[in-house]
């Protein structure tokens, strides 16, 4: 029996050979079978819709503005769409998954964190202040989200 894996995207256990190489896992097979990836590269832009986007945005990160290698941008979408919402550097990417895209865990995160740089881990120079302004502007401009289980 041939030795399988499980897609990180569609959850599937599936056969190595539903994968395609990748030296640089520890099994040397992509952790995204080939059905994903497809899947993936049909919702995908060219290229140039992407530099553009990257201009628009500032060369950075739509989230915290942080300049990044346009090779090393990530682009973030919406599931229930499948359209693109921008583009963002991994760690914010990585914030987004972790907080289950829920705008009230995002909210309560800041909230908790508060505005002052030394809890906040960061400076003004790094884009704490202009993300905790960015928060209460959405807060005064958006009704509360209702909560659901």
Do not use: W
């Not at 030795?3 to 896992?25: A, E, H, M, W, Y």
């Not at 201009?55 to 346009?70: E, H, L, M, S, Y």
């Not at 990585?94 to 909210?107: E, I, S, Y």
Request: some cysteine.
């Amino acid at each position: 029996m041939e030795p399988t894996k499980q897609c990180k995207v569609c959850g599937g256990n599936l056969i190595l050979s539903l994968f395609k190489p990748d030296r640089r896992s520890t099994d040397n097979h992509a952790s995204i079978c080939t059905s994903c990836l497809d899947d993936r590269e049909r919702r995908i832009e060219t290229p140039a819709v992407y530099e553009q986007m990257f201009i628009k945005q500032g060369q950075g990160c739509a989230i915290c503005k942080r300049p990044v290698f346009i090779s090393q941008i990530l682009i973030d979408h919406d599931p229930q769409t499948d359209e693109t919402r921008g583009l963002l550097c991994r760690n914010c990417n990585r914030l987004l998954r972790f907080a289950g895209r829920d705008v009230k865990v995002l909210t309560a995160a800041a909230e908790y964190l508060g505005p002052n740089p030394l809890v906040c881990h960061s400076t003004p120079k790094n884009g704490c202040s202009e993300i905790y302004a960015r928060l209460e502007s959405f807060r005064s401009t958006s009704p509360p989200a209702p909560i659901t289980k």
